[in-house]
């Protein structure tokens, strides 16, 4: 019989982390473990309904209306995000003043944090708890034998291409170190030894949960001793309304699902290019414009359907192409349903994303700037050429093993127990 743990999770709505975060506490509860979950205000009924216990941030985090936009980082220029700014580092002290709040009023036996709120770690570590970090992507931090992510690009080769990672990896470690004397100065009022870069709050974490199939991404090497692969959660958002195919059952024509951000990155333009260029094609598309868009904003065409949303996991079979952003859990679904992507990345890790369907031989990229013409070329070249879904297929197989894995729970009871173990030592020997 499993022991009840008790787990504290640290999450905001980001769009694409929640089918990961929400996915890791359902498994956690299945095993009959205990969930508090600290989030914005909006999440508050999908948290309950997941019979999970709900914590609210009091201060920044505060938003009532999940599509109101926290990132702002849609028109990002250069290599600093404003995701660092509004999200991730910006507001650390209070991240980490609430955090500590929650953590003396839940005794948890586990910190669980999303990778977009790390300061969060700091409250953990104050405390002696042990903390995971979730990472809902490949990681993206650099390492001796790739570049750092979020920027497209493939481990080098020869000289000059490890040169190029090993000058880009500086260049994101100053970055981030940009954050360190605000993050040492949270570290001091704790009484915490000061950081030497900012990265080692994830690299003293006790486990770094990367949750995507190994055979996707380009693993560090050598792997830090934290890090585990733990296949990527596949289940629909929370937000996804029942569909059903509007379609006569006798319509061959391919299926071709465009699928863009659920988060606004100023999406409008590509998704309009997009239905004129399938407009022109013998297909049948269904477009989802998620919570971020408007239909209204949208074209029309006679076999073009436009709807707010449609679970991946009833459409995704009965497509032969998929059109999006190359965010990481439409790329996953896709590819656990065989079905190859067109991937027209907007920033954030999808541009990393689309470089390895590619690199995989699972579809194709285009700039997101691509007019009609551009678009249609693709698609007909995706839907004409089976080694593409070959290729998704390839990677499909391995995908839905690792969705099935208990890695992810037996990892989180492990440190729980370990931690359970340590704290119960001290009283048998008294």
């Known amino acids: 019989m499993t022991t009840t743990n008790t787990y504290l999770m640290i999450t905001v709505d980001g769009g694409g982390n929640m ?96 990778m977009l709120l790390i300061p969060a770690l700091m409250a953990g570590e104050k405390r002696g708890l042990p903390t995971a970090v979730g990472f809902h992507m490949p990681e993206y931090f ?13 481990p080098g080769k020869g000289p000059l291409g490890r040169l190029r990672d090993k000058l880009l990896g500086g260049l994101f ?33 006790d486990l770094r949960l990367i949750m995507t199939s190994r055979v996707f991404d380009f693993p560090m090497e050598p792997a830090p001793a934290n890090v585990r692969y733990t296949g990527p959660i596949l289940q629909d958002p929370d937000w996804v309304a029942e569909w059903a195919p509007p379609w006569p059952a006798e319509d061959k024509r391919p299926l071709v699902v465009v699928a863009f951000s659920s988060t606004f990155q100023n999406q409008g333009a590509v998704l309009r290019h997009c239905i004129t260029a399938l407009s022109q094609l013998p297909v049948r598309a269904l477009v989802t414009t998620g919570p971020a868009l408007a239909m209204a904003q949208l074209p029309e065409a006679d076999n073009v359907v436009v709807v707010d949303s449609a679970p991946h996991s009833q459409v995704f079979p009965h497509a032969e192409l998929v059109i999006t952003h190359a965010g990481h859990g439409t790329v996953m ?28 031989g699972a579809g194709l990229t285009l700039k997101k700037s691509s007019g009609v013409s551009a678009i249609r070329q693709k698609v007909q070249r995706l839907l004409e050429d089976d080694a593409f879904a070959d290729g998704a297929s390839r990677l499909g197989t391995q995908i839905r093993k690792d969705g099935a894995s208990t890695v992810l729970v037996k990892e989180l009871e492990g440190i729980a127990q370990r931690h359970i173990s340590a704290r119960q030592q001290p009283m048998q020997q008294a």
């Open 333 to 360: 679904r896709a590819l656990s349903f065989d079905v190859p992507l067109l991937c027209m990345p907007m920033g954030r890790d999808q541009h990393d994303n689309a470089a390895k369907v590619k690199y995989h």
């Open 142 to 154: 650099p390492a001796d034998n790739r570049p750092p992510g979020m920027m497209g690009l493939l």
């Open 173 to 205: 470690h100053k970055v981030f170190d940009s954050y360190l004397k605000d993050l040492n100065a949270v570290r001091q009022e704790l009484d915490l030894p000061a950081l030497s870069h900012t990265v080692d709050l994830v690299h003293q974490a």
């Open 19 to 114: 089918p990961p975060m929400l996915g890791m506490a359902r498994q956690l509860k299945a095993r009959g473990h205990d969930i508090h979950v600290l989030t914005e205000p909006c999440l508050q009924a999908v948290v309950t309904d997941h019979d999970f216990h709900f914590h609210p941030f009091t201060d920044y985090f505060t938003r009532t209306d999940r599509s109101e936009d926290i990132f702002r980082d849609w028109n990002k220029k250069g290599m600093k995000d404003p995701t660092l700014d509004n999200v991730v580092f910006g507001p650390a002290n209070t991240v980490v003043e609430q955090t500590l709040k929650a953590i003396d009023k839940t005794q948890p036996d586990v910190l669980i944090v999303d």
